[in-house]
């Protein structure tokens, strides 16, 4: 018999899941001692956090709902399920955590989802110049990014094209 609740620990399928692809989590009601509360069967509404929102402004989801926002999870002998889906939008590294006001993924014998979320597929470029307010017929240093449709930068895009 686990010891009293006092934490979440939370899983993804994958560690390096894709921008915008869907990624099942598996969240466990555990005690300090990670033992699974398999007594408890019921919904928690739990509030994620952890991921930046993508340089477009995209905002992560779990099962649907922006992160910072409740979402009502359903356990069943202490594991979430149905399977709970995260879809991230911003690349780069982060850790999902959770908390329900009470307990959380820090909590002891809890963690959160260390995730190296990648770029999607190269969509665009996105061009800045060096000043915002340039003189006509001054020159003016341009930076060029290939980026996904998030506004995420590609960095293993390589090549040249012809701009016009």
Do not use: C, E, W
């Not at 099962?63 to 690349?91: D, E, K, M, R």
């Not at 060096?130 to 293993?156: C, E, F, H, M, R």
């Amino acid at each position: 018999m686990p010891a009293a609740d006092s934490a979440y620990r939370i899983t993804a399928n994958t560690g390096t899941p894709t921008a915008g692809a869907t990624d099942a989590l598996t969240i466990k009601l555990v005690d300090q001692y990670q033992n699974v509360d398999t007594s408890f069967t019921g919904n928690k509404t739990l509030t994620f956090s952890g991921i930046a929102a993508s340089p477009a402004g995209n905002i992560s989801t779990v099962a649907g709902v922006n992160l910072g926002t409740g979402t009502t999870v359903a356990f069943v002998n202490g594991v979430s399920s149905p399977t709970v889906n995260l879809i991230a939008y911003n690349a780069g590294a982060a850790t999902l955590a959770a908390t329900d006001g009470t307990l959380s993924t820090a909590g002891a014998g809890g963690t959160g989802s260390a995730l190296t979320v990648g770029f999607a597929a190269q969509s665009a470029f996105r061009i800045t110049a060096a000043s915002g307010t340039p003189t006509a017929g001054a020159a003016d240093a341009l930076t060029i990014k290939a980026v996904d449709q998030y506004q995420n930068t590609v960095t293993s895009y390589t090549g040249s094209h012809n701009l016009t």
